[in-house]
């Protein structure tokens, strides 16, 4: 993430309603196509979420802060994945070494 992504960021951030797009590229001061470019990488990356809205007459769109966490993230515990997304082993969870170690990746004690 560049400098002037963590500034748009940090602006959506601190609206709790968000922050319409054409305020925040003049907020920014760049042009609304970079402001698109950003926002569009900000979309892809779940941390932002945008609906179309009309204020005064002028179409345009409402961007607010998600938090920023991909659903995935929460299947990762140090730097292991979740052992039980596509296992096809027998499962007696209480027994299975992968979902040990894994849990013990959360920082819980078994
Ligand atoms: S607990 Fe172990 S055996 Fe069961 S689904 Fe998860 S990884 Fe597979």
């Avoid at 926002?39 to 007459?57: F, K, P, Q």
């Avoid at 179409?59 to 607010?64: H, N």
């Avoid at 993230?73 to 209480?94: R, S, Y």
């Amino acid at each position: 993430m560049d400098e002037i992504e963590e500034r748009a960021l940090k602006l959506i951030r601190r609206s709790s309603d968000g922050i319409l797009q054409n305020q925040l590229w003049k907020e920014l001061e760049i042009d609304s196509r970079r402001c698109t470019r950003i926002i569009r990488r900000l979309l892809d990356a779940a941390m932002v979420e945008r609906e179309s809205v009309v204020v005064d007459g002028i179409r345009t769109y409402r961007i607010r802060f998600t938090g920023g966490t991909r659903k995935f993230e929460l299947l990762i515990a140090g730097n292991l994945f979740d052992p039980c997304v596509g296992c096809i082993d027998e499962c007696k969870p209480h027994r299975c070494a992968q979902l040990n170690k894994w849990i013990r990746g959360l920082g819980a004690e078994l």
